[in-house]
């Protein structure tokens, strides 16, 4: 099965919806993964029933995959079709692997450093718990467009962000409530306190209290998930809100806080406070401050929270899950208070709920989605996870508002809308930061990634200049603008044109990624010369031309990658010399080995008319020169003598019946940075 089809294949498939609530107070252990029905191939037919899609951090590194399933109940494990850090189909025995590392069999034990102790540092025991939001009583539940999220990004403190504001200094310590403030009154809220050996195990080992400042000096408390080494998810209002001066100044994340039995508050693992960046929507960021938003503006209400210091606590973290349709949620978050309860709380309490008929029938167009899952305030940006048939935990949204009761929560669904910039953040640490990836040199777009699967795009570089150097891409998605990843070829030897399928690039570059439909390219070259983007459609096998920038050359007198008899039976080339003087003109043509930029021989266009052109078949071109491909597949042609006019390139598509034009090149000029 190739793998191209895997990463197309989500789109297609639903997955089954099973799932149970957990059970906080006991260990849930992990089915081993069933490959006894693995077969890659089957999973491109009618055998396929169900396809989820998954994100993960795994040991440091971040995963992006299908899961495809069949078999009557849709629970028959037939493919894991890897996307990221490269596309393949895994064999049974990588997959049956590569799954127990998911689901962190055998996951190492937190280091002896990071045993549970009591955190004497107090001074923000006075934030405010961060009340989840309402949804107002005629909110349309329809959303007006579909389009995917704008990106929104601030690093506190950074010099070079315009309207950075340097962190507000930590408000005066306090004295920390006496044990018997502690003390709970549960009646009539079912949410259970998570505590001891619970807290201190996956998944609520990952799940955090935390505080942030806000200009105005406001201190405010949230619940976070980590779902990498560097990174924590959480709610949009919870790190931007117009109405206390905009993005957040500073930020403490306590991972798995607790209420010992003594009644002390206890932070087994201390405090990160080395922020980073704050990401959300750009949508938000222009609506976000009042108590009340329309159910469609959920889908913005989204944040990560990115640390330059990693938690070293623990290595196994959950995987998010695109576009999941599990029923049941589980919850898990820091309230200010429980419901019918005056005690002000600083303890994870878990919750775990179904999903309400307005989900099921309206929300989920609007990429939101609602449970029977109780909240107050503090538990904005908590983790919604689900507890599938095999064990595995899947984190599927955050909350993000509440019933005016109370009794019930929702939030932006991780879903096709959002992936591309989920995938992003979560992927982050702080050597893969996108921010300061170059977006100058020669802008290029329509490049097609390898989301693709009826046409792949490939990338040609001709170095026309006498020294070997190297190219710098810089890969952006299209839709936004933001900047992916950075690939840089190897060396590249004076008068030869590589070509580089995008597949060989979206694997090479760095950090990993996510792959949007098409990349918007920004070009750094080491030597002066030219670019081309060819695009072959798989479907019809046509070759064409694609090379569209920000500029492009005036003079046509050089052709790079033109065809040599070995692809005669399905491209052949045609090479047009073109005489645009007064009388006619011999044109001394040079050719070139494309691969290495040897000179291999010459052809004499002689007696081209004045306005008027001469035609050379590839098959005449090697027979005139002398010359035989032998396992070349390309020519580079240059004018080498002084004729007035240039040279044009065309291409037979035999399959498609088409004749291609693909002279066009954009022009590379040696950077200077």
């Known amino acids: 099965m190739h793998a191209k089809f895997l990463a197309g294949l989500l789109a297609v498939l639903p997955l089954p919806a099973l799932a149970a609530a957990e059970d906080p107070r006991a260990p849930v252990p992990v089915t081993p993964a069933d490959v006894s029905h693995y077969d890659c191939a089957a999973a491109a037919g009618p055998a396929a029933k169900g396809s989820v899609h998954i994100g993960q951090v795994i040991l440091g590194r971040y995963y992006e995959w299908n899961e495809i399933y069949g078999g009557d109940a849709g629970d028959q494990l037939l493919c894991i079709g890897m996307r990221v850090p490269e596309a393949r189909s895994l064999t049974a025995a990588e997959a049956k692997t590569f799954l127990a590392q998911s689901a962190a069999i055998g996951a190492p034990t937190p280091a002896a450093a990071s045993t549970p102790g009591l955190e004497t540092q107090a001074s923000d025991l006075n934030a405010v718990p961060e009340p989840p939001k309402r949804v107002r009583k005629d909110s349309p539940q329809t959303p007006a467009t579909d389009l995917p999220p704008v990106p929104a990004e601030h690093r506190p403190g950074d010099p070079n962000i315009p309207n950075a504001v340097a962190p507000v200094p930590e408000k005066p310590a306090v004295t920390p409530p006496q044990p018997n403030a502690w003390e709970k009154s549960t ?181 939101v989605r609602e449970f029977s899952v109780y909240s107050s305030g503090g538990d904005s940006g908590g983790p919604f996870w689900y507890l599938d048939s095999q064990n595995r935990r899947g984190l599927m949204g955050s909350l993000s508002y509440s019933s005016d009761d109370g009794t019930s929560s929702g939030g932006p669904w991780y879903d096709s809308n959002s992936q591309n910039l989920i995938s992003s953040w979560v992927s982050w640490t702080p050597t893969s930061s996108v921010a300061t990836l170059p977006t100058t040199g020669l802008k290029v777009g329509s490049v097609i990634s390898t989301a693709s699967t009826a046409s792949q795009s490939f990338l040609r570089f001709y170095n026309s200049s006498t020294v070997a150097a190297t190219v710098s891409v810089t890969l952006s998605d299209y839709a936004t603008g933001t900047p992916l990843a950075q690939w840089t070829s190897p060396q590249i030897a004076p008068g030869s044109s590589p070509q580089f399928a995008i597949s060989t690039i979206e694997a090479a570059a760095t950090p990993s990624f996510n792959k949007p439909a098409y990349y918007s390219l920004a070009i750094q070259s080491g030597f002066t010369g030219s670019f081309q983007h060819v695009l072959w459609r798989i479907t019809d096998g046509s070759l064409t031309n694609l090379s569209t920038c920000d500029a492009l050359p005036t003079t046509r007198t050089t052709l790079i990658n033109v065809h040599s008899s070995l692809l005669q039976s399905g491209y052949p080339s045609q090479v047009v010399v073109f005489n645009t003087g007064t009388v006619t003109a011999n044109a001394s043509l040079g050719i070139y080995d494309a691969a290495t930029g040897t000179r291999i021989g010459s052809y004499a266009a002689n007696g081209v008319p004045a306005n008027g052109q001469v035609m050379i078949t590839i098959t005449n071109l090697e027979n005139s020169a002398g010359i035989s491909p032998n396992g070349r597949y390309h020519y580079n042609i240059k004018i080498e003598n002084a004729f007035p006019g240039y040279l044009q390139h065309l291409v037979n598509n035999q399959q498609a019946g088409v004749t291609t034009d693909m002279t066009t090149v954009c022009p590379l000029v040696r950077s200077t940075g």
């Open 187 to 367: 009646a009539g809220d079912p949410r259970s306190e998570i505590a001891g050996d619970s807290i201190l195990s996956y998944p609520y080992n990952t799940i955090g209290y935390f505080t942030v400042t806000y200009p105005n000096n406001g201190s405010f408390r949230c619940t976070g998930t980590l779902v990498s080494a560097y990174v924590v998810l959480t709610a949009g209002h919870c790190v931007h809100n117009n109405s206390r001066g905009g993005w957040v100044t500073a930020v403490r994340f306590y991972p798995a806080q607790y209420i010992s039995t003594l009644g002390n508050l206890t932070r087994p693992y201390g405090s990160n406070t080395a922020l980073a960046n704050l990401k959300t929507t750009q949508n938000w960021t222009e609506i976000s401050g009042p108590d009340e938003f329309a159910v469609r503006d959920y889908r913005y209400d989204y944040a990560a929270i990115q640390f330059s210091q990693a938690f070293t606590h623990t290595s196994t973290f959950m995987p998010v899950v695109y576009g999941s349709t599990i029923g049941t949620a589980n919850n898990a978050g820091y309230p200010g208070n429980l419901k019918d309860s005056t005690a002000t709380e600083y303890g994870m309490f878990f919750a775990s709920g179904t999903e309400t008929q307005d989900s099921l029938l309206s929300l989920r167009s609007s990429h």
